[in-house]
C-alpha cells in the first residue's frame, strides 16, 4: 500500500479489492480534472463549500474524457466506470432532501430548458480533496 502520488517506475493505481485500474498518469488525469470541476461548480454556484464537491453525469463525462483522450470509448464503457467510482465508494448519490434545494439554487443541476427531461442525477465526491489523499484504499502495483 502506497499514498496517492506519483510512482517511480512503471506502476498502476488499483482500488483494493476492485478491477478498476489507473496507471500514475491517468491518476494525475483524474486529480487535474477533478479539481477543475470543483473550481468551475464554485464559480458557477457562489457556494463553495456546498458545491465544490457535487457533480452531474456531464461533469462525470468530462472527467472520462480528461482520462481517456477523447469520446473513443462508448457510452456503455463510461456507465461501467462511473458505476466502479460509484461502487468503491468515491462518489455517491446526493442524499434526495438535498436535491431540491440544489436544483433551485444552481441552473446546470436542472432539466434542460424547455425538454421536459429528467434533471440530471447528482453525485457527491466522497474524498476529502487532499492532493496527496487515499482514496478507497489505492495501492500502487509494480509493473514489470
Known amino acids: 500500500t502506497a499514498p496517492a502520488g506519483d510512482v517511480s517506475g512503471p506502476g498502476a ?3 483494493a479489492g476492485r478491477g478498476l485500474r489507473l496507471e500514475a498518469r491517468d491518476s494525475a488525469a483524474l486529480r487535474q480534472a477533478t479539481e477543475r470541476l470543483r473550481q468551475d461548480a464554485r464559480q458557477v ?3 463553495a463549500a456546498l458545491l465544490g464537491d457535487v457533480f452531474t453525469g456531464d461533469d462525470l463525462l468530462r472527467v472520462h ?3 481517456h483522450g477523447g469520446p473513443e470509448g462508448s457510452d456503455r ?3 461501467r466506470r462511473i458505476q466502479e467510482l460509484r461502487d468503491s465508494g468515491l462518489l455517491r448519490p446526493v442524499p434526495d432532501r438535498e436535491v431540491a434545494a440544489l436544483r433551485a439554487r444552481v441552473p446546470r443541476f436542472r432539466s434542460p430548458a424547455g425538454t421536459g427531461g429528467r434533471p440530471p442525477e447528482l453525485f457527491r465526491y466522497a474524498g476529502t480533496g ?3 489523499e487515499q482514496l478507497v484504499s489505492l495501492r500502487a502495483r509494480r509493473g514489470g
Open 65 to 67: 474524457v480528461a482520462l
Open 13 to 15: 493505481w488499483s482500488a
Open 77 to 79: 464503457t463510461f456507465r
Open 130 to 132: 487532499g492532493e496527496n
Open 45 to 47: 454556484g457562489g457556494a
